[in-house]
């Protein structure tokens, strides 16, 4: 059989490499604790179960594919809450069965298949979300990473690229705060990438799934920057999610907001290839986009835990947002493989080698020399993790 080759090029997943790293090693502590998956394990919402009791019957029916006028109305009110946004529920807003499918398919939208008579170009932050780089194959685009590294703030400097590819680029992902070093985007970032895909016409995918886990002040949001620079709305397209902000992962439940251009054309698609959420899930969900109070007792005990990360790593960034340390290995130790292997060899700490999260460019692999450590754990044992990682890696 004749297979397709776009993918021929993409390196195993993270996790099936980590497993294979690791291979037969026995953990050096006990008991072994878990610290790659950002898989939140505080308490949901207490009101999901019963709401999604109550709407059973609804599995029972095809759910409405653009979500119900409920579930538009409660994501269009957080919006509002949050980012003081008013948007249109039906003409602005694209319910999703997460955000990934959003991520892939808003590129299956809106990606011209050639730019200025030439392949199009999608650029994407490097470390990222790996969907950024099957999104970019899939519609026949070429893949460009841009470093992010301690010199740039942790965020790509997209500005510093050249016209000419600037010129081919039909589509910007860019994440904030960034997974995994927890960067947040300026309002002077932003309006900076507004005017750069307005004189370039592209567009910005805006990742911006760990708004909510944040310590201090709320980061900017791109839709901020759209209207304090009065920029095209069309420009920019903002995926949400339930996953990190209520603790929510497997209910699936996300949207994408934008101008109603883009929706109409993502709506389109998404008629044809989306999988609807089901009924009961977009009733708990609606109840959840409406209520705050959970997600306040959330960052409280993401707080907790990156204020025990502080007093332990006292000579570590300790990021401004999402729930992940991204930490430099020491050169003794060698590159965040060899620091991955120590720590679950000698310690039972599992982390994930920051390579996995990145590509190889000119430049080099930003993330070759970091580990990912994700805080999602109980407050006891984060402080038993990284009081262990810091044992082995760091005296």
């Given amino acids: ?204 995918f805006a990742d911006e799934c760990y708004a909510e886990i944040y310590r201090g002040e709320p980061p900017v949001g791109v839709l901020e920057a759209v209207r304090a620079t009065g920029a095209d709305p069309e420009r920019a397209v903002a995926f949400h999610s339930l996953s990190k902000r209520s603790n929510l992962a497997g209910l699936r439940s996300g949207f994408a907001v934008s101008g109603p251009g883009n929706i109409a054309r993502m709506k389109q698609l998404r008629a044809y290839a989306g999988a609807p959420l089901p009924l009961p899930l977009q009733m708990a969900a609606t109840r959840v986009w409406a209520e705050d109070t959970h997600v306040e007792e959330n960052r409280r005990l993401y707080a907790e835990k990156f204020a025990a990360a502080a007093r332990i790593l006292p000579d570590q960034r300790i990021p401004e947002a999402g729930f992940f340390l991204w930490l430099p290995v020491p050169p003794a130790v060698g590159d965040g493989e060899q620091a991955a292997l120590k720590l679950w060899r000698e310690a039972g700490v599992k982390v994930l080698p920051g390579a996995y999260l990145a590509r190889t460019t000119e430049a080099g692999n930003p993330g070759a020399d970091f580990i990912r450590v994700a805080l999602v754990g109980p407050l006891d044992e984060t402080i038993d993790g990284l009081t262990r990682l810091r044992d082995c890696l760091y005296t």
């Fill in 1 to 204: 059989m004749n297979y397709p080759q776009r993918f021929s090029e993409l390196p195993e997943y993270a996790f099936p490499r980590l497993r294979t790293l690791l291979g037969e090693s026995e953990p050096g502590g006990n008991p072994p604790i878990q610290m790659t998956i950002g898989d939140p394990r505080h308490a949901p919402p207490d009101f999901v179960g019963p709401v999604i009791a109550e709407h059973a019957a609804g599995f029972m029916s095809y759910p409405p594919n653009d979500g119900t006028p409920e579930l538009l109305s409660a994501c269009a009110g957080w919006l509002k809450r949050r980012y003081d946004h008013d948007a249109d529920p039906e003409r602005e807003i694209l319910v999703l069965n997460g955000t990934r499918e959003g991520l892939y398919n808003a590129s299956m939208a809106l990606c011209p298949e050639a730019k200025n008579d030439r392949q199009p170009v999608i650029l994407t932050p490097n470390p990222f979300y790996q969907v950024y780089a099957v999104a970019s194959l899939s519609v026949g685009a070429e893949p460009r990473y841009v470093n992010a590294t301690e010199a740039t703030g942790f965020l790509p400097d997209f500005t510093a690229l050249d016209a000419d590819l600037l010129d081919r680029t039909a589509i910007l992902y860019v994440c904030s705060p960034a997974n995994p070093q927890g960067a947040c985007a300026t309002m002077a970032y932003w309006s900076a990438l507004l005017a750069l895909a307005e004189k370039h016409d592209f567009s910005i």
